[in-house]
C-alpha cells in the first residue's frame, strides 16, 4: 500500500525484499545519486534501519556532496563519493549536469533536481511554473562534475553492491543496465522520469530477462529482486 510518504514506502520495500532474501550484516548499498541524502531519499531510512549494512553514496554535485558528507560524517558504515554515472567509459571524464538554481521561494524538490537531460529539467521547470504561476521562476545552470561508467566506479569504490538504487533523473539506465552483469539481489530505480518517454520499456524487459521479477512499485519508484 502507498502512503503519503512515498520515500518511506520505498525503504520500506527494499528492507522487506531484503529480509526475504536473507540479506543480512555485511550487505553492500550502493545509492547513485544521493543529494544531500535528504528526508525524501528512501537510503535516508535505510541507513537508520539496516545497522549492519555498508552505504555507498554517490553524488555529483560539489553543494549537495558536501551535505551529504556533513550529514554522515560520524557514521563509519556510509562511503560519500563524489561523480556521476555516464553511459559508457567513451564518454567518461568531465560532463555537465542541468540543475534548477537556488533561489528564495522555490519548493524543496527543485535543489535535488539534476539531470545529465537539460530538456527534462526544463520541462519540470514549466511544467512546476504552470502549476504554481506564483511561485518565482527558476534559472537552469550547468554544473560541470565527473563522469564515470559503471564499472569503473566500483573499481574506484573496490566493491560490488548488493543493493542498487539511482535517482538519475532520466538516466538511470546508465547504471541499471551494466549492473545487471552482476547478478544484483536488488535493484531500486526511479520511474517518474521514464515515464515521460515511455523509454523504461527497454529496462524492464532486460531486468525480465536478467531473472528479476517486480516486488514494489511507487509512484515514483520501483523496485525489482534477483532470487
Not at 64 to 71: C, D, G, H, S, T
Not at 119 to 143: C, D, G, S, T, Y
Not at 157 to 173: F, I, N, Q, R
Request: charged share 30%; net charge positive; glycine share 6%.
Amino acid at each position: 500500500m502507498v502512503t503519503e510518504h512515498p520515500s518511506r514506502d520505498v525503504a520500506d520495500a527494499i528492507s522487506r525484499a531484503a529480509n526475504e532474501l536473507e540479506l543480512g550484516y555485511g550487505t553492500r548499498l550502493l545509492q547513485i545519486g544521493a543529494s544531500g541524502g535528504q528526508h525524501g531519499d528512501p537510503v535516508h531510512y535505510l541507513v537508520k534501519w539496516r545497522k549492519g549494512w555498508k552505504f555507498f553514496l554517490t553524488e555529483p554535485r560539489m553543494n549537495r556532496f558536501r551535505e551529504l558528507v556533513a550529514r554522515h560524517k560520524d557514521d563509519l558504515r556510509v562511503v560519500p563519493y563524489r561523480a556521476a554515472v555516464v553511459k559508457d567509459k567513451a564518454h567518461e571524464g568531465d560532463v555537465i549536469l542541468w540543475e534548477i538554481a537556488e533561489a528564495k521561494g522555490l519548493p524543496d524538490w527543485t535543489r535535488d533536481m539534476a539531470s545529465l537531460n537539460k530538456k527534462l529539467v526544463e520541462m519540470f521547470e514549466a511544467r512546476r511554473r504552470e502549476h504554481h504561476p506564483n511561485q518565482p521562476k527558476a534559472k537552469i545552470v550547468p554544473v560541470e562534475c565527473r563522469g564515470l561508467a559503471f564499472d569503473t566506479l566500483l573499481s574506484k569504490l573496490g566493491m560490488t553492491p548488493d543493493v542498487l538504487v539511482t535517482d538519475m533523473e532520466g538516466s538511470d539506465a546508465f547504471a541499471v543496465l551494466p549492473a545487471l552483469a552482476h547478478r544484483l539481489k536488488i535493484v531500486c530505480y526511479e520511474h517518474r522520469c521514464f515515464d515521460e518517454t515511455n523509454s523504461e520499456r527497454l529496462l524492464i524487459t532486460a531486468m525480465a530477462r536478467s531473472g528479476y521479477s517486480q516486488y514494489f512499485r511507487g509512484p515514483e519508484d520501483v523496485v525489482w529482486i534477483r532470487r
